[in-house]
């Protein structure tokens, strides 16, 4: 009945870095079972302790009911529940989480790099390094064998010459000051008896390569290129042999000749080194390492999953252009590198270059600025082999390929996908195949600027994690993927990165960002991330521990805000973004948006205000939800007095205004109605198309649908003429644009320095869809409870929508039948829900699958 437990938020609970991870499982169980209590068993060192009966009918982050656990220790859970019938369910398999290095005692390793003179500033090669030791036993006396490591830059780590893990540009990016990621991995089979070797490429990455605007900025964490590592190996005798990383290896340059992750990699064949890390090999010409420094207070272990290839994706057109150059379509925009199989002559260069679109036939690279997007391959005549870029990725859907010897074979060249690995959960399809379409870019549009960050593109010498980016978009993540242990992540880098007076930069982890962004200083929409990226968290996933958390972060941006608008209460002092990217704003100015910029702060202050009082009574701080509840009131009342007329008109006669007003609750009464009706004035005005930036677009739909505008959502919706969302779509688009006219109507591209081809923001619309379409809302934390009120329209005949909760499957489907409305929906054990049909009084349902009728109308 009871299914295996989870840990935390991870897939895998190895090297965990807490020592009371929560618990999760799921139930199944025929209505009208429910559960009413639970008992866990933990199983440690051969002994078995029991949470005993807890009466409670939680299954979703479950506090640890045993003693904290000590650095590697291993144990397992297990789980039955109680039904409020008196029936007990049998016992879930057992279930194991092992403890990371919790204690920065626990760390012997130094961090190791080259000792040979590099030049600062400079695109220096990267290098190997390697040790050799022997294991002073049979490998069947080995338990277990786990390799602790980090890196300053990104590393892949090699024993007796195989690879360790599948992941990639590990260990990620963080504010590296502050925090840096370990990774565990179990490496007890590569272990061999008596002489073993182990050893790493090493590449900048993040550490210390190239980031930013305008040529960017290098050694931003460092000047170092190093490997921290801990290979732990424990005997059958409990004994524990430790190989770490100290001034006993040995350095050596290795093939990768460049590598960044905006210019690419070059990789000359001729420079392998076969067996670098497997014993025996001759390391007599390589180099003393120098050890390096790192606190080891600062490493933590990962709250998230790493990056991985998830997918390989073949050319769907292949044709040589008329100076033999190949040009292959792989039908999709997508972020990651290819992997080609090639043979050719010794010093033969096989150059690959990528870029999102075409122009005039040929990649137009204009959008990527000063990302060179360019990996090479100098072969050495040895015959046939396969080769990828190891620490670059590359935004594109169009490759050219240079110096390709031969002819171009089947399985030759494949796209492999790159991101973090989480677990997809929501999926949506209905009648309408464009917006299929749209969706299916949406979710693309999450997989590419999911790596590691949230980034706001993939492609050119940017990629950073813009904060207000992912505070509109972050209700469409967490639907489509469990994202909660990336984003926690990423939210303490921001609480990091955040100034002593609250302000919160613009991108986190923060670089220099030039004139434009530099000072940093505080702005709306942005900042906001800081109050309401934790509470869609919290709502999403049930974890109020993100809350707490992030409370002092919170509180101080709020803090921070409400001491610039003064008694006014009115935020309309200062640089905003305001509504960024509204389709009306000139290329070359995507702040100058129809909606005043100080109205759309106003009305964010008012918004965040009131999360933070909703977030300080999750947590039992009342007395400062009473204090932000009023001063969002205050707000409100100094909003309304300012920006709105007696006749419901806003002083910005523009659809952002109107869908803020309505959708943060601004607009009561009268004034709310005609306000609406103002916004589908507009919508209709404008021939249904978008006329809205970051700010307004994930609202109006929301706006229109709140105030009874349906039908002008769709029609706002499917719209095809330019700017529309379904424009994207027939324009050939396969993610999201970063403006709604990237490329133009006669195929060429928009001549604004900012123009993405793969930006999540504006594709925040498909919560809506998710909510509206789909029919699929959660009510209460978790989606423990769930309403289903799916709004037919647009001239759809049916339309699903499936969420994996932590509860299990939540499912809705509809279909018009003539003059018939039929819903089905479907909930997990554990959970409730409300259908809502039009016209009809809600309806409240149980766990099970149920089925409806009504008009659609």
Known sequence: ?????????????????????????????????????????????????????????????????????????????????????GSASPWSGWSSVEAGLLDPGDWSASPVGASWPETPDTDRRPYLVRHEFELPCQTDDVTRARLYVTAHGVFEAEINGRRVGDDALAPGWTTYHRRLRYYTYDVTSLLRTGANAIGAWLADGWYRGRLGFNGGYRDLYGTDLSLLAQLEITLADGTRQVVATDDSWQASTGPIVLSGLYDGEAYDARDEQPGWSEPGFDDSAWSAVVENKRDPATLVAPEQPPVRCTQEIAPVECRRTEDGTLLLDFGQNLVGRLRITVDGAAGQVVTLRHAEVLQDGRLY??????????????????????????????GFRYAEIEGWPGELREGDVVARVYHTDMVRTGWFECSNPLLNRLHDNVVWSMRGNFVDI????????????????????????????????????????LAHEQLDDGTVPWFVPTIPGGPNWTPIRPGAVWGDAAVLTPWTLYRRYADASVLRRQYDSATA???????????????????????????????????????????????????????LAHTAEVLGKHADATRYATIADEVKTAFVAEYVAGDGRMRSDAPTAYALGIVFELLDGDTREAAGDRLAELVQESGHRIATGFAGTPLVCDALTLTGHVDTAYRLLLAEECPSWLYMVRQGGTTIWERWDSMLEDGTVNPGEMTSFNHYALGAVADWMHRRIGGIEPIEPGYRRVRFAPLPGGGLTFAEGRYESGYGTIAARWRLDGDT?????????????????????????????????????
């Open 365 to 394: 690279t204009r959008p990527l600025r000063l990302a060179a997007s360019v990996d090479t391959l100098v072969l050495d005549g040895s015959g046939p082999r396969t080769w990828e870029p190891r620490f670059t990725l590359h």
């Open 557 to 611: 941006w709020v803090d921070l805000v409400v001491r610039i608008a003064g008694p006014s209460r009115l935020w309309n002092t200062g640089f905003q973004l305001g509504d960024w990217l509204d389709p009306a704003a000139p290329p070359d100015a995507p702040a100058a948006a129809r909606t005043d910029r100080y109205l759309v702060a106003t009305a964010y202050l008012a918004w965040t205000a009131r999360h």
């Open 454 to 493: 949230p980034t706001d593109c993939p492609q050119r010498d940017e990629r950073l994690g813009w904060t207000g980016d992912i505070q509109v978009f972050a209700p469409t993540a967490s639907f489509l993927y469990d994202c909660a242990g990336m984003l926690a992540s990423w939210l303490t880098d």
């Open 1 to 85: 009945m009871s299914r295996d437990i989870r840990f935390e938020h991870l897939v895998r609970a190895l090297g965990v870095g807490t020592a009371q991870p929560r618990l999760s499982w799921q139930v199944t169980a025929p209505p009208p079972w429910r559960q009413d209590g639970y008992e866990i068993e933990l199983r440690r060192a051969g002994q078995v302790e029991s949470s005993g009966r807890v009466h409670s009918a939680e299954q979703i982050l479950v506090p640890w009911p045993g003693r904290p656990l000590v650095s590697r220790e291993i144990v397992d859970a297990r789980v039955r529940v109680f039904g409020t019938d």
């Open 821 to 857: 409305l039929r819903l089905t929906v479907r909930l997990p054990t554990g959970t409730t829900g409300v259908v809502e049909l039009p016209g009809r009084k809600p309806i409240d349902v149980g766990p099970g699958e149920h089925t409806f009728t009504g008009s659609p109308a």
